[in-house]
């Protein structure tokens, strides 16, 4: 099933894609600052506040004080002022942000309302006594896991209030109310496309079969091409087509008009500007992108590990010949992966998609950052079930980029502690809707060649 979208095929050139197995060198990214800035300022280029989910639609509760300095210097600033509102890691890049060629991302693995209300979570129960929202002393409750509540609080982790903050692309996961995720996210500006699994876990439950996800903000990126690979195919682990649960999308970044006149902005600049031109396609500088969301094998056996490695592999086969049939430049699209791979970073499936170009802009923030603390996990939880049971903590899910082909990462939304978590025992709890982190992340796309 496959819903909100256009295809446009262009002609194929000639030409064979692939991803480039050797990395560009990210210099860039290691600069923390510029020779014109002192050792104080740069200690400021990478500002670290705490994260939660829950306080999403709370952020940016402050003006920047005084007045706005025309040089760059001051404009600098004023960014990282941003940032630390918006409570991320940022990273210093050579000259002005292009906001016509950043690309925000959410990443987030909702949590299935069929697995919700049967994996026997340590830190919630589904219809249970925390259905007030803790209203009445969350000290004494549990978490209530029931979708009419905890839909909710994934629209507003995922969403903002601010139209230039919200973020252009949200890749999910286990999708199983996708009517209700398209219904909400409209009223945000968003289209999406929908894959569901055959072969879905929620069968067994007589729920609803989960699937992956993208939705898109309309003003930023048209949808030119979609691609669903293996669908459909006859059995679930077929290797000649298991890529997965895999859902690919290309895009055309719109470009902000030039300014009007009177001195009205045109672009992304939200509320602040009233005569706001609609984005156009400006022909010859057109910035073709492709966003791949992924959720591979979940087992964690040999097996599991040797199945999530053949299903990576069919997944770049399958970008590759999705970008040759589609793009018109195969030699300078973008790409994105975001995903549940249910691999550490480590694994064989993390570092051949390294191994292809891609890299992590988690990885690649905390080590601009130089905070070895960054990013311990991004899922932990901890279940009582007869076949699931046991603690479960570490790092499965990415943001990955096209660095390889230019693309750099200006900041991501940092990840919260265990002490930043209201539960001793994980995810899902309060202010934390889903057994797995939303990571967020603004991936800067090279200028159009």
């Given at each position: 099933m496959c819903t909100g979208y256009t295809v446009q095929q262009s002609t194929p050139p000639a030409r064979a894609f692939a991803l480039e197995t050797s990395l560009r060198s990210?210099?860039?990214?290691?600069?923390?600052?510029?020779?014109?800035?002192?050792?104080?300022?740069?200690?400021?280029?990478?500002?670290?506040m705490e994260f939660s989910p829950a306080r999403m639609n709370e952020r940016r509760e402050e003006k920047v004080e005084g007045e706005r300095a025309s040089d760059a210097d001051a404009d600098a600033d004023a960014d990282a002022d941003a940032d630390a509102r918006a409570n991320v890691?940022?990273?210093?890049?050579?000259?002005?942000?292009?906001?016509?060629?950043?690309?925000?991302?959410?990443?987030?693995?909702?949590?299935?309302?069929?697995?919700?209300?049967?994996?026997?979570?340590?830190?919630?129960?589904y219809g249970g006594d925390g259905a007030d929202g803790g209203a009445s002393g969350r000290e004494s409750e549990t978490y209530d896991l029931t979708f009419e509540r905890?839909?909710?609080?994934?629209?507003?982790?995922?969403?903002?209030?601010?139209?230039?903050?919200?973020p252009d692309v949200v890749s999910l996961q286990e999708v199983d109310r996708y009517d209700f995720f398209e219904s909400e996210l409209k009223k945000h500006g968003y289209a999406g496309i929908f894959k569901e699994d055959p072969w879905s876990p929620c069968r067994k439950f007589g729920a609803p079969n989960d699937g992956v996800a993208i939705f898109y903000k309309m003003e930023k990126l048209e949808l030119v091409g979609m691609h669903a690979p293996g669908v459909p195919r006859s059995r679930k682990d077929d290797p000649a087509t298991n890529a997965g649960k895999t859902l690919m999308a290309r895009f055309r970044v719109k470009r902000p008009v030039a300014p009007s006149v009177g001195g009205v902005f045109g672009g992304y600049l939200g509320g602040i500007v009233k005569a706001v031109r609609t984005p156009v396609f400006s022909g010859v500088d057109l910035q073709e992108l492709i966003v791949v969301n992924t959720h591979l094998e979940s087992a964690k056996t040999v097996d599991g590990i040797i199945t999530r490695l053949e299903q990576t592999k069919e997944m770049c086969r399958q970008l590759n010949a999705f970008a040759t049939n589609l793009c018109a430049d195969v030699d300078n699209v973008q790409i994105i992966i975001a995903g549940d791979l249910n691999a550490t970073p480590n694994e064989a499936c993390v570092v051949h998609l390294r191994g292809r170009g891609m890299r992590s802009a988690y990885d690649d923030m905390s080590a601009a950052s130089n905070d070895t603390m960054a990013n311990k996990f991004t899922t932990w939880k901890t279940r009582t079930g007869l076949f699931k049971n046991g603690e479960v903590k570490h790092t499965i899910d990415y943001i990955l980029y096209s660095a390889h082909r230019g693309s750099k990462v200006v900041s991501v939304a940092k990840l919260p502690s265990e002490e930043d978590i209201p539960s001793s025992t994980g995810l899902p709890t309060f202010g934390f809707p889903s057994d797995h982190l939303p990571l967020r992340a603004r991936i800067l796309l090279p200028p159009s060649k």
């Open positions: 990210i210099a860039s990214l290691a600069r923390v600052t510029r020779a014109r800035r002192n050792a104080h300022e740069a200690h400021d280029s990478c500002v670290k890691y940022r990273h210093d890049v050579d000259g002005a942000i292009d906001l016509g060629r950043a690309i925000d991302v959410v990443q987030f693995n909702v949590l299935a309302d069929g697995l919700a209300a049967n994996d026997s979570f340590a830190s919630a129960t905890r839909g909710r609080e994934i629209i507003r982790a995922i969403t903002s209030s601010e139209r230039a903050t919200a």
